[in-house]
Nanobody, 124 residues
Framework: QVQLVESGGGLVQAGGSLRLSCAAS????????MGWFRQAPGKEREFVAT????????YYADSVKGRFTISRDNAKNTVYLQMNSLKPEDTAVYYC?????????????????WGQGTQVTVSS
């Protein structure tokens, strides 16, 4: 089992940047594919990005491609989401998730563990 704790959210102006971190407990972090999802008020949770166990494979939602970068440091048990050129429509609670599968994918059902979320607010 793994526990996930997100940090790094906050208020930023449009065009700005934030880096989210997700720290995982346990010694087997490298055995989990990781993903980031977000949920805006009144909307369904949506996929943002995912990264394979080794970090060699990544996949992004079209809405964030070219602006966001997912990465991981298995020695630090941490996954990151670097968010650049932020837009007001990026405002949401961002969640990290861990998958026991080789590759988590873009569907939330492919993930087994979830963090509590961190709020990102982008002002216009």
């Amino acid at each position: 089992q793994v526990q996930l704790v997100e940090s790094g959210g906050g208020l930023v102006q449009a065009g700005g940047s934030l880096r989210l971190s997700c720290a995982a407990s346990g010694r087997t972090f490298s055995m989990y594919a990781m993903g980031w999802f977000r949920q805006a008020p009144g909307k369904e949770r949506e996929f943002v990005a995912t990264i394979s166990r080794s970090g060699g494979r990544t996949y992004y939602a079209d809405s964030v491609k070219g602006r966001f970068t997912i990465s991981r440091d298995n020695a630090k048990n941490t996954v990151y989401l670097q968010m650049n050129s932020l837009k007001p429509e990026d405002t949401a609670v961002y969640y990290c998730a861990a998958s026991t599968r080789l590759y988590g994918g873009a569907n939330g059902s492919g993930y087994d563990y979830w963090g509590q979320g961190t709020q990102v607010t982008v002002s216009s």
